[in-house]
């Protein structure tokens, strides 16, 4: 897994090898969607002092989007003070609260540390369902209305084949994505994701290039919905600009 990481181009300086490493086990349904099993490792005993912090830069964005960073345990000690370091030395904060039932044991608990989040966040990504889990609202428009009332800056809500709902406290629309033939979304919210960041650290933050910039991550997210697994998935940024164009 580590070799796959590297092969990848991701940086592996706070990796701690020790102990087992948590699984996911996922089923695709008919419809491409997943079912979850977890075996969790030793992922709850990683620690804030495992962190290099002298690999953070200034400029530099840090994504919080592990599904088991909320449970109980070191982990999420080490999420917490890591949120308060990026806020102390004003880096751009995205956060995913990534929930899974099958994980969640104290859901209060999950939600109030959640909406902390959420408050600092500068950008979150959450599904229709989390959406309206963390908010307890029915309906799409009082639950951005309330996440705004959390703190949200940015929000980005997926909606599956209809898009993506985007707002700020000025302004919202649905950002539409693209026709696919989906036979495993598994990856497909970490790599929206992950090409909004991209678009940001290339590019640098603006808000009046949002409904770009989410155009694109729509993108990705979809295409990565077209073939099997999580990283094999994600489509290059050739394939990404080309399907733009022909938009």
Do not use: W
Not at 48 to 59: H, M
Not at 81 to 103: C, M, T
Not at 181 to 192: K, Q
């Amino acid at each position: 897994m580590k070799q796959t990481l590297v092969e990848n181009g991701v940086r592996t300086e706070n990796l701690v090898e020790s102990g087992d490493t948590t699984f996911a086990f996922v089923s695709i349904q008919e419809d491409g969607e997943r079912d979850f099993t977890f075996r969790r490792g030793s992922d709850g005993e990683y620690v804030f002092e495992s962190i290099d912090l002298s690999v953070i830069e200034s400029g530099d964005i840090i994504h919080f989007g592990s599904a088991t960073a909320l449970l109980d345990g070191k982990l999420k000690d080490a999420y917490f003070k890591l949120l308060q370091f990026a806020k102390r030395d004003g880096l751009f904060i995205s956060f995913d609260p990534n929930y899974r039932d099958a994980l969640i044991t104290d859901l209060e608990q999950f939600k109030q540390d959640a909406r902390h989040f959420i408050a600092e966040s500068d950008f979150i990504k959450l599904s229709e369902e989390e959406a309206h889990l963390l908010t307890g609202e029915e309906q799409l428009e009082d639950a951005v209305r309330a996440l705004l009332e959390l703190g949200a800056k940015q929000i980005a809500i997926t909606l599956g084949s209809r898009g993506t709902l985007i707002a700020t406290s000025t302004h919202h629309e649905i950002v539409p994505s693209i026709s696919i033939d989906s036979i495993d979304s598994t990856g497909a919210g970490d790599a929206f994701v992950g090409a909004y960041l991209y678009r940001l650290a290339t590019l640098g933050f603006d808000p009046e290039r949002l409904r770009s910039d989410i155009e694109y991550a729509n993108v990705t997210g979809a295409l990565t919905c077209t073939a099997y697994g999580a990283i094999p998935a994600i489509p290059s940024r050739q394939l990404v600009n080309e399907t733009l164009g022909g938009k």
